[in-house]
């Protein structure tokens, strides 16, 4: 089954709309989406025929088309609408956005509509409406939002195929994988996996034979196959050959390919033999479409009189079912009958032994093949497990496999507790070797939704060797990362994890401040630098038992490093890097710097000399904004201008809620209200002012006494003239008289038409230092014909907090929108680079740098 | 809750000193075995045991420079017997490529986990692939093999111009074989003389 999958972000502005060839279906009116989104309502998908435009609208569409919006009426109900008509407006069944990502996805079939919620398509139906009168020629999905943006994740478009197997349909689903890493296994699932499709009339495992005919033409077949799906002759239980000399070999091949593919074809004057051949083994599905499809040839032979010796089409009714978007695997598979076979061990072909317990069963090669293909091939590639029919396993837990066995045989895991158990764990890791993804991900999930602050660490030991589990990884490191307090603190345990994890871990606090959703966590207290240094020191140790800095520096002072942190001391350097040494009170800070003498990272600390400031601690306050495109009203001039979401937005400036400075005195071309207007300014220029005997053009922003920000993207817009800024650094300060780069220009030939949009990330260190002050300041002439030292640009907008990378793909990133430059695409400019930027803007102060009038805080401290 | 953590405690192998060398002694011993066709001795749970442990303890790296290493000792053999095997040159060619497909296939049964979680996540080829740019570096790319190549090639078909019967199906094993290493082109360019007759005459045996 082939997979169009497109994993990466989108995120859709309000009143907006993506569309693309990737999200297509294969097939006219049939095709399958699932997506992850996160919204805070209106969750919107169009289904029609032709792309849409980016500000398509679903209301004002003359086309025929299906819009499907989760969490219409303010998060509150499921609405459907054909052609713009509303014919589903129900209160919504838990279809609801949330902000955090929630996956969902919805099918169409011939006019079927499913929605489902998860990861998997087919599973946790929510809601299925028919049209009686289907679009069946919808082909593209636009995903849409209404007036709060939306953002898309892991879409995937799939197709839904006709001839899914029914019965191990689900298993067909290959490629369609959890995160990344799973999905670059793709070749090899494809090659590998095989379907009951594959065991049709194949000698493998055979062991049942049709003499079929006269001629006693042979035909292999499963008898557990035919068990589960009827029942097998009394007279054959024990047998291995079945005559059937009356029997023409078209009839049996149908009534194979049925059983075993769940569709069939037969010319329809051999319907009656394949009805008697049913009922001979009781298939019970295949006798029903037999008497369904005679009674309807009779109806029609009464006109015509003969057989037309056309050929007629057999399917299973559950084959139809997943072809619309049913469950394949719960229909009408005899679950029950199937897990008889592995507790009565009939029929079976291999006894499988577990080195130092004994026998665990009797089961059967075609079943365990089926799901994995380790053991496909131990059963055939002819090495010794080939050709015996004993296996014996070594290093596996007997209870984790009897576990694996019953899951290969009902697809369910037979486990009540909700608890974390080992088991789990050893059941994940034998769903890994084993190759048995479903089974993988099942056991991911139920690991993910009881990890707690005691069995995190574990989890993420064990986890981070397995290369299939990143999701399940990520998950922990996280859940490690927000109670990093709690974890580093209560056992030792995270001693073992390895270099790669504990720096990931490390990284994720430092943007812990910027993440995670101050809101919905407001238990989370931010991570106190101190207990960031006594992990580091412990972790490096590989400690025992669990000890503050001042206990290991005493023990420092009489030892030797190296042989304190071992092979670890060399990693120490870098991972005090993660410190984030200014936001430790001074008076620690002190103390701190007097310590450690010993160890050359001694430089790392700030030296104060004599000044005295006070560094306090206080709890922080976000607010979460998202960079979308540039001029939008996500960034923190917008937000001031709402006196930080209050009210309606006025111009800040004139609110007083923000300082815009000039370096030239104020005036109708220089008017720092402009500047953060949000309409275009046709001339609006900084001129020249002479500081230290130096020309400077700047334009400065003061966000108040109350607030600072840590700037991680920003956004300017050149106004209606043709001088280009060529040279300039954007600067951030504490005090507005001394500068720090956050981000230097070169030569930066982004801007090139009057009216652009331009936006550049900050990276580095100094994206994590929250300022007061910040300014745009020319360092060298525009470009142009006539080069001048203004400094031209009609506005400005700031983006804070950050994500892993601290700020994206480092690039520019232009966005011509205004004044007739339509760039193609710009939408997919954010989606393909990551750079899903968060803002975090500080109500009150972020990690309150709270300090004296004379504090003058070292802030080069982290730029090395 | 303590004493939740400790039973979570992981039954995982202890890693040795030499625990890798000896994993892969077991695990290069078994593709040697397969390539001397004594797998039907072999088991296979044993070595994919083996194989998966190792990489599960990343030593995916050196498992796959092994098998990079054993399975060019067993070319240099192959390279050696096919070389020295004049008379028959392209039937011993044919059997020997049939000989390395089938045990490159085993080898990847045993290796698969490497080749589902190491090899992606680390962005190396394919053990499929790896098989056939070895086979194709190794022997067909070997100066003397390469001429013995060409020569028997156009011999056979000037043969069958000249009316004999030749075996058709080792011809179209042969270059069944060039085309999937991907040299078809690159042999035929080495041949001068009658080109397009040449071609001719494959497109007709490739059919």
């Known amino acids: ?864 | 809750m303590s004493n939740q953590r400790k039973i979570l405690k992981l039954s995982r192998i202890e890693v040795e000193p030499n625990y890798a060398d000896r994993t892969w002694q077991i695990i290069e011993h078994g593709i040697n075995q397969i390539f001397n066709h004594n797998d039907r001795e072999l088991s296979m749970e044993e070595l994919y045991r083996a194989a998966y442990n190792m990489v599960l303890h990343r030593f995916g790296e050196m498992q796959y420079n092994g098998l990079v290493v054993t399975v060019t000792r067993h070319l240099e053999e192959m390279r050696k017997s096919i070389e020295s095997a004049e008379g028959s040159f392209l039937d011993e060619l044919n059997r020997k490529w049939t000989d390395y497909t089938e045990s490159m296939q085993k080898i990847r049964d045993i290796l698969m986990y490497m080749d589902r979680s190491y090899v992606p996540t680390h962005h190396k080829t394919p053990i499929k692939e790896v098989g056939l740019n070895l086979w194709r570096d190794h022997i067909i790319h070997s100066a003397k093999i390469q001429t013995l190549l060409v020569d028997s090639l156009l011999e056979e078909i000037h043969r069958e111009r000249m009316g004999e019967v030749i075996n058709h199906g080792l011809m179209r094993n042969v270059i069944k074989m060039l085309t999937e290493l991907g040299v078809y082109q690159e042999v035929l360019e080495s041949i001068n003389a009658f080109e397009d007759v040449i071609i001719n005459s494959f497109k007709y045996l490739a059919l």
């Open chain 1, 1 to 864: 089954m082939e997979l169009v999958e497109k994993k990466k972000f989108l995120t859709v502005g309000q009143f907006e709309c993506a569309w693309g060839e990737e999200f297509r279906f294969k097939e006219a009116g049939r095709g399958c989406i699932s997506f992850e989104a996160s919204a805070q309502n209106d969750v919107t998908l169009v289904f029609r025929e032709q792309i849409g435009s980016r500000h398509y609208h679903y209301k004002m569409d003359n086309h025929h088309n299906y819009t499907i919006i989760l969490g219409s009426h303010r998060n509150r109900r499921l609405k459907i609408e054909v052609d713009g008509k509303t014919v589903v407006d129900v209160a919504s069944i838990g279809l609801c956005c949330s902000s955090s990502f929630q996956s969902y996805w919805i099918s169409i079939y011939d006019g079927l509509i499913s929605i489902g919620k998860g990861l998997y398509p087919f599973q946790n139906l929510v809601f299925q409406w028919l049209d009686e009168n289907p679009r069946c020629q919808v082909q593209y999905v636009g995903l849409c939002s209404w007036d709060k943006h939306v953002s898309y994740r892991n879409i995937n478009v799939l197709p839904l195929e006709q001839n899914n197997n029914s019965l191990w349909g689900k298993f067909d689903y290959k490629g369609l994988e959890e995160r990344t890493s799973d999905r670059e296994g793709g070749d090899y699932r494809s090659e590998n996996i095989l379907t009951l499709r594959d065991f049709c009339e194949n000698w493998e495992f055979s062991d049942l034979v049709f003499e079929v005919g006269y001629d006693g033409k042979a035909v292999p077949a499963h008898k557990l196959v035919l068990g589960v799906f009827g029942e097998i002759p009394c007279n054959l239980v024990e047998g291995r050959v079945f005559k059937l000399p009356l029997v023409s070999y078209a009839v049996v091949r149908a009534f194979l390919e049925f059983i075993y593919t769940g569709r069939t074809q037969i010319v329809d004057e051999e319907v009656d033999a394949l009805l008697k051949l049913a009922k001979q083994f009781k298939v019970s599905s295949l006798i029903k479409q037999c008497q369904k499809l005679i009674t309807r040839l009779e109806k029609n032979r009464k006109e015509v009189f003969t057989y037309s010796g056309a050929n007629v089409e057999i399917m299973n009714d559950a084959t139809r079912l997943s072809q619309s978007g049913g469950f394949p695997f719960e229909t009408h598979l005899n679950l029950e009958k199937l897990k008889c076979f592995l507790s009565t061990g009939e029929a079976s072909d291999v006894n499988i032994y577990i080195a130092g317990y004994g026998l665990v069963a009797r089961a059967h090669k075609l079943i365990l093949s089926l799901r994995s293909p380790p053991f496909a091939k131990m059963f055939t590639n002819g090495m010794m497990e080939s050709s015996s029919s004993d296996i014996s396993l070594q290093d596996v837990s007997p209870e984790a496999f009897s576990l694996l066995l019953k899951f290969m045989y009902c697809g369910e895991l037979e486990m009540k507790e909700t608890e974390m158990s080992p088991l789990l764990l050893d059941l994940l890791l034998l769903s890994d070797q084993f190759g048995i993804t479903m089974l993988q991900r099942e056991c991911s999930k139920r690991i993910s939704e009881c990890l707690s602050e005691d069995t995190v660490c574990p989890v993420l030991e064990v986890v981070s060797w397995v290369p299939s589990c990143k999701s399940l990884e990520e998950a922990c490191k996280r859940h490690f990362a927000m109670h990093f307090d709690y974890c580093t603190t209560a056992s030792s345990d995270f001693v073992s994890l390895d270099e790669a994890t504990f720096k990931e871990i490390l990284q994720a606090i430092r943007n812990f401040l910027l993440i995670f959703l101050w809101q919905q966590h407001p238990e989370m207290t931010v991570t106190c630098e101190e207990k960031v240094i006594n992990a580091i020191l412990v972790w490096c140790m590989q400690a025992n038992e669990i000890c503050g800095w001042a206990q290991i520096d005493d023990v420092l002072r009489s030892s030797d490093p190296a042989q304190l942190f071992g092979e670890r001391i060399s990693l120490l350097d870098a991972l005090l890097h993660f410190v984030r040494f200014p936001l430790m009170h001074s008076s620690l800070l002190n103390k701190v710097r007097s310590s450690f003498y010993v160890l050359n990272f001694i430089y790392l600390l700030p030296i104060h000399g004599t000044k005295n400031e006070r560094y306090q601690h206080r709890r922080s306050c976000y607010k979460e904004l998202q960079y979308i495109c540039d001029g939008d009203n996500n960034g923190v001039m917008y937000y001031a201008g709402t006196s930080f979401g209050e009210h309606q937005w006025v111009n800040p400036v004139l609110a007083k809620k923000i300082m815009v400075t000039a370096s030239s005195p104020a005036s109708r071309y220089t008017d720092p209200k402009a500047l953060v207007s949000r309409t275009y300014q046709a001339t609006c220029f900084a001129g020249p002012r002479m500081e230290d005997g130096r020309n400077c053009s700047w334009w400065m922003i003061d966000l108040g006494q109350d607030h600072q920000l840590m700037c991680n993207y920003y956004t300017v817009r050149q106004d209606g003239s043709m001088t280009f800024m060529r040279y300039w650094a954007f600067q951030g300060s504490m005090d507005g008289e001394n500068w720090m780069n956050l981000r230097v220009h070169e030569n930066d030939q982004t801007i090139c038409w009057p009216g652009q949009f331009a936006s550049w990330p900050i990276s580095g260190p100094s994206a994590l230092l929250p300022f007061r002050f910040f300014r745009v300041i020319l360092t060298a002439p525009t470009a142009g014909d006539n080069s001048s030292l203004d400094l031209s640009m009609c506005f400005i907008e700031l983006v804070g907090g950050g994500g892993g990378g601290g700020g994206g793909s480092g690039g520019p990133h232009i966005h011509g929108r205004a004044g007739g430059h339509k760039a193609s695409g710009t939408f997919f400019g954010h989606y393909s680079g990551r750079i899903l930027v968060l803002a975090a803007l500080s109500l009150s102060p972020m990690f309150g740098v709270d300090r004296n009038d004379d504090g003058d805080v070292d802030w080069d401290l982290l730029d090395h």
